[in-house]
């Protein structure tokens, strides 16, 4: 009678015994730090600028600027017509994303290094890549991937992701070897989704490489939305988790752009490793000139985006200061034509690679195999030629 009770009283004590250290356990376990992501805009849409947040740039740094995004959007509007043309294979163009680009890609100093995905023709331009090699490439000729002696540009990467551990590798070489230079990487916001990413950014939060990660967020990897690829409320809090600072821009602010890349160039080349900045932009065409984005986005979507587009906003800001006239920009239109013009006539008239540039870059020694079938393609391009030689003679 008198033992069950006593068992019962027992087991509500020894219960909340266990709870309580529970409980206990569960407190001390929390995580003390809080994090927070800062967003970064300089120039509005409107063309208003917080001048106290302003990079420090003479009016010839806004003119160069200026011209190079202008140049960007005419050398993408170019590479479409050569596309639809056919004297270029499938194109994906950066149209909407040149603030982004040409922000980022100009503080860079000689001795970095940038690591381009397949949309950054801007960048790369900016940098002072040969236009017509860019063509070149485009064109299905892996020729224009020679980058020039001297341009601290990494061929361009089609898989999505795996340019992001090459950039951290280099960044690692450069830390090791005490080098006073950083690594510039450039990613989508679908590239976040894949293993290469969060590899590669483990690493570089753990070993602190002089790193930048560019992502550009351009609201879609090819038809999958922003609000389907994670569940993230922004993509630069994935930094967080990899112990290095996550920013947050207006991707079409190329101010904003500027100076972010600007501290996170210095932080890195000062030793205190790597920064993610998440660029908020948008695609306003199609993923490649392959894609028809009409199947998957209303024009109402692309019509809001075009509204805060990078070169509008600059160029209503520089008219406000002076800088801007149509002078000027009947200046800049037939400057950026005329170079652009001069890279395509360059880039028809390069002769074509012969078969055996197929395959003499790959091997110190090429193989037998591979010496067979570079016979058996010469033998079947005379061929060609004489079916073809035929039929004009008939």
Request: charged share 25%; aromatic share 10%; glycine share 6%.
């Amino acid at each position: 009678e008198h033992t069950i009770p006593f068992l019962r009283l027992f087991s509500k004590v020894f219960y909340r015994a266990k709870t309580v250290n529970l409980q206990g356990v569960l407190k001390m376990s929390r995580i003390a730090k809080v994090f927070h992501v800062s967003y970064l805009q300089i120039l509005n849409e409107h063309g208003v600028c917080n001048e106290s947040l302003m990079p420090k740039m003479a009016e010839s740094d806004i003119r160069r600027l200026y011209e190079l995004v202008v140049l960007a959007r005419k050398f993408d509007e170019t590479a479409i017509k050569l596309q639809r043309e056919g004297r270029l294979g499938t194109y994906a163009s950066l149209y909407g994303q040149e603030a982004t680009q040409i922000g980022s890609a100009t503080v860079l100093s000689e001795a970095d290094w940038m690591f381009p995905a397949f949309r950054e023709a801007g960048a790369m331009i900016a940098r002072g890549y040969p236009m017509n090699m860019i063509f070149q490439y485009w064109g299905g000729d892996e020729r224009g991937m020679k980058v020039p002696e001297g341009l601290n540009i990494f061929p361009i990467a089609i898989p999505v992701g795996t340019q992001i551990p090459h950039a951290v590798g280099a960044a690692w070489g450069m830390k090791l070897k005490g080098k006073k230079s950083a690594a510039l990487v450039y990613l989508g916001d679908g590239a976040t989704s894949k293993a290469d990413f969060h590899e590669a950014m483990n690493f570089a939060g753990v070993f602190k490489v002089p790193c930048i990660f560019i992502c550009e967020n351009n609201q879609w990897a090819i038809s999958v939305p922003r609000a389907k690829q994670t569940a993230s409320e922004t993509i630069a809090q994935k930094a967080i988790a990899y112990g290095m600072e996550g920013v947050q821009v207006d991707g079409n602010d190329i101010f904003a752009v500027i100076k972010a890349t600007s501290d996170a160039l210095s932080k890195a080349k000062a030793g205190s490793g790597p920064t993610f900045i998440e660029c908020v932009t948008y695609r306003l065409s199609d993923h490649t000139t392959a894609d028809d984005a009409s199947r998957y986005r209303s024009q109402k979507e692309v019509d809001e985006w075009k509204k805060k587009e990078p070169i509008e906003r600059l160029r209503k800001w520089m008219e406000r200061k002076g800088i801007w006239t149509e002078d000027y920009e009947n200046y800049v239109l037939k400057d950026v034509q005329e170079k652009v013009d001069a890279a395509v006539n360059e880039y028809i008239q390069t002769p074509l690679p012969s078969p055996e540039d197929i395959i003499k870059y790959t091997y110190a020694e090429t193989p037998w195999n591979l010496k067979e079938q570079l016979k058996q393609v010469i033998a079947g391009i005379a061929a060609k030629q004489i079916t073809e030689e035929k039929r004009v003679e008939e």
